[in-house]
T-cell receptor, first 116, second 111 residues
Framework: DVKVTQSSRYLVKRTGEKVFLECVQD?????MFWYRQDPGLGLRLIYF???????EKGDIPEGYSVSREKKERFSLILESASTNQTSMYLC???????????????FGSGTRLTVV | QKEVEQNSGPLSVPEGAIASLNCTYS??????FFWYRQYSGKSPELIMS????GDKEDGRFTAQLNKASQYVSLLIRDSQPSDSATYLC???????????FGAGTRLTVKP
C-alpha cells in the first residue's frame, strides 16, 4: 500500500513563526499535494507539485510556499504564521501522466496546526 | 474555478436502509470520479472510482455516473453504523493533478 507520512499529528505555533510541514511518500508518485480542511469549507488546494522542483499554485496559495527537492518529499512552509492559518493540513500523493486519471489520491493522516 | 457541489446533509438513515449521496460538478473535462470516506478526525480514504457512464458496484457500494448531466452519486445498501462518516466527491482531471473536492455529505446511520 502507498504510504503518505506527515511528520507531525498536532502542532502549536506562535503568530509570526516560520512553520514547516513535512510530507513523505514511499511509492514513487509523481504528484504531491497540500490541502487544508476547515469546517464548512471542505478541502481546499494550497499547492501541488508534479515533479521535483516543480510547483503550481492551487486555490489558496497566499501565505504559503512549498519545496520539493526530492521526489518523495513535499514540504509546506508558512512564512509567518497567522491565526487564520489554524487548520487541518492534509498531504496527498498520486501517480502522474495520462493514465493517472484512473487512480485517486492517497492522503497522509493530517497535521492539525494551531497558531496562537 | 472548478465547482463541485454536494448536498451537505447531515443525512440520517436507519441501519439496513439505502443511503443516497449526490454530487454535481462543473468541469465537463473531468474524466474520472472518486468517492472518499472520511471518519471524524481522520483523513479521507478512497472507496470508489468510476470512469464510464452508468453504474459500478463494489460490495454494498454503487457509484452512478451521468456525464451529460454532470452528476455522480453513491448508493450505500444495507447501511451500517460503521458507514457513519463524511463522504467526499472528487472529479479528477486529465493528468490527475488538479482534483477538487466537494465539501462533503455527513452521513449518520442509526442502529
Amino acid at each position: 500500500d502507498v504510504k503518505v507520512t506527515q511528520s507531525s499529528r498536532y502542532l502549536v505555533k506562535r503568530t509570526g513563526e516560520k512553520v514547516f510541514l513535512e510530507c513523505v511518500q514511499d511509492m514513487d508518485h509523481e504528484n504531491m499535494f497540500w490541502y487544508r480542511q476547515d469546517p464548512g469549507l471542505g478541502l481546499r488546494l494550497i499547492y501541488f507539485s508534479y515533479d521535483v522542483k516543480m510547483k503550481e499554485k492551487g486555490d489558496i496559495p497566499e501565505g504559503y510556499s512549498v519545496s520539493r527537492e526530492k521526489k518523495e518529499r513535499f514540504s509546506l512552509i508558512l512564512e509567518s504564521a497567522s491565526t487564520n492559518q489554524t487548520s487541518m493540513y492534509l498531504c496527498a500523493s498520486s501517480l502522474g501522466g495520462q493514465d493517472s486519471a484512473l487512480y485517486g489520491y492517497t492522503f497522509g493522516s493530517g497535521t492539525r496546526l494551531t497558531v496562537v | 474555478q472548478k465547482e463541485v457541489e454536494q448536498n451537505s446533509g447531515p443525512l440520517s438513515v436507519p441501519e439496513g436502509a439505502i443511503a443516497s449521496l449526490n454530487c454535481t460538478y462543473s468541469d465537463r473535462g473531468s474524466q474520472s470520479f472518486f468517492w472518499y470516506r472520511q471518519y471524524s478526525g481522520k483523513s479521507p480514504e478512497l472507496i470508489m472510482s468510476i470512469y464510464s457512464n452508468g453504474d459500478k458496484e463494489d460490495g454494498r457500494f454503487t457509484a452512478q455516473l451521468n456525464k451529460a448531466s454532470q452528476y455522480v452519486s453513491l448508493l450505500i445498501r444495507d447501511s451500517q453504523p460503521s458507514d457513519s462518516a463524511t463522504y467526499l466527491c472528487a472529479p479528477g482531471g486529465y493528468n490527475n493533478n488538479d482534483m477538487r473536492f466537494g465539501a462533503g455529505t455527513r452521513l449518520t446511520v442509526k442502529p
